[in-house]
């Protein structure tokens, strides 16, 4: 099956096992976890859970979106724009350098078109329809973060894709051209060629995996991005972890601020972050505009759809937070967002229907791979 991937071997490997992180078969977090579970004692939950559990975890329609590609062809007065596209991808407007993050306009969170965590929200627009990109940047190989018709689309384009290690394995299998990837290990950056950005990993705690033999056979990471004016940080996937306190100390102030809120549950503080606790990771990454991410695409976990965004336009406020939450495919400059609006509550969900089908585990379950 294409969509697994390729494990990376060769010369490439023997980097991997050079890097600190690496141990044994596999890379590994090395930071304490910060204790911010709302209940430390939660039980993962089970397939049953998974399957069955949960309410209102998708909506009942597609959500509001805006085709932005008119809009593309004006550059932002302000020099950063970004346009959420849905999940994690993100088209990033740095200063005249377009960036794209973890890009998926794929049916499924999966390795199969038939079954696994089914989209329930279109991206705002087709993948062809993109204007010239000047960089991919890709977090870490889980499904909804790297995906194989995207990636084999986005290898007939001249774009440099820059990476974790490990990941080129799978773009190289899938025809991007082994020139067009640079892959980074924590704290290693990279400088565009032809465009004045600077890419850099940095950490996040998570893990890697695309099949059940290959568990953190590929290192996982945040992204910053760096132009003369700007600072952008992505947080990939990741639980709170004391490291985003060494991000701000090397990196900040950020102009704008990329973190997951969805797909989270009390016992996966670990590896995901859920609302609440990205906002005590803005706040040790020293704060500025909050655009999340990771939510209103797939049900995988067993929180309410739109639970993320109620958490975050509740909370965010109290505490001072630059809130950015604009619809699907709205280009917005974050320095010119003085308020928003809960555009999501528009919507009706459906109680109790789940997008997953049966047999089917997201890559946030971690049994039966553990």
Known sequence: M???????????????????????????????????LRDPGAEPPTLSDFL?????RVPQAPLPSIDPIARWTKPPST?????????????????????????????????SRLIGPKRFQPVPVPLHALPPLDVVVISHDHYDHLDYP???????????????????????????????????????????????????AAPSQHFSGRGLKDRNSTLWSS????????????????????????????????????LEVGAFHPSW????????NALEALRLLGGGAFLPVHWGTFSLAMHAWDQPAETLF?????????????????????????????????????????????????KSVLWPID
């Open 2 to 36: 294409k969509a697994l991937g390729k494990k990376p071997n060769g010369l490439r490997l023997e980097r991997m096992k050079a890097s600190k992180l690496w141990s044994d078969e596999g890379f590994r977090n090395i930071h304490p976890v910060l204790p911010r």
């Open 52 to 56: 069955c559990g949960g309410d209102r």
């Open 79 to 111: 020099g950063l724009r970004a346009t959420w596209l849905g999940h994690s991808t993100v088209l990033l407007e740095i200063d005249g350098v377009r960036v794209l993050t973890d890009p998926v306009w794929g049916l499924r969170a999966s390795p």
């Open 150 to 200: 995207t990636i084999r689309e986005l290898a007939r384009r001249e774009v440099p894709f820059v990476t974790s290690l490990g990941v080129g394995a799978h773009l190289e299998a899938w025809g991007v051209p082994p020139e067009r990837i640079t892959e980074l290990d924590w704290w290693e950056s990279h400088r565009l060629a032809n465009a004045e950005l600077t890419v850099t």
């Open 223 to 258: 992204m910053v991005l760096q132009s003369r004016r700007h600072a952008v940080f992505f947080s990939g996937d990741t639980g709170l972890t004391t490291e985003y306190a060494s991000i701000r100390e090397r990196f900040g102030p950020f102009d704008l601020v990329m």
């Open 269 to 276: 503080g670990h590896i995901h972050l859920g609302p609440e």
């Open 314 to 362: 509740s909370l965010g406020p109290k505490r001072g937070v630059r809130l950015v939450m604009p619809l699907l495919g709205e280009p917005v400059e974050p320095a010119n967002v003085e308020r928003i609006t809960p555009w999501w509550r528009s919507v009706d969900a459906v109680p109790g229907k789940s997008s997953v089908e049966p047999f089917t585990l997201p």
